[in-house]
């Protein structure tokens, strides 16, 4: 069975850190690309970071650049993301997805960890 379940998320004050984990099982963990999105009230849902299946590249929404890091542990079947300097627009639930390298395109989705920036 697969399952994607996240961790972290919690309320903290503005500047502060969290860091947030995406357990996985099922499924070769080392084969799928990783991201972390996120979701405000009435708002889409939005790309936060990606990391690819090695962990040698990864990419992020001009939003978070150099606050946030994706990094993930291919021993341990967990991505990760940490989240510095954080603010109240922050505010979402965040999300990992996993997305298989090769052919047929598989994704699976975790079922997202609450992060609230207020003071």
């Known amino acids: 069975q697969v399952q994607l379940v996240e961790s972290g998320g919690g309320l903290v004050q503005p500047g502060g850190s969290l860091r947030l984990s995406c357990a996985a099982s099922?499924?070769?963990?080392?084969?799928?690309?990783m991201s972390w999105y996120r979701q405000a009230p009435g708002k889409e849902r939005e790309l936060v970071a990606t990391?690819?299946?090695?962990?040698?590249?990864?990419n992020y929404a001009d939003s978070v650049k150099g606050r946030f890091t994706i990094s993930r542990d291919n021993a341990k079947n967990t991505v990760y993301l940490q989240m510095n300097s954080l603010k109240p627009e922050d505010t979402a639930v965040y999300y990992c997805?996993?997305?298989?390298?090769?052919?047929?395109?598989?994704?699976?989705w975790g079922q997202g960890t609450q992060v609230t920036v207020s003071s």
């Open positions: 997805k996993a997305q298989r390298v090769n052919w047929p395109r598989i994704t699976y």
């Open positions: 990391i690819t299946a090695p962990g040698t590249s990864t």
């Open positions: 099922g499924f070769t963990f080392s084969t799928y690309g």
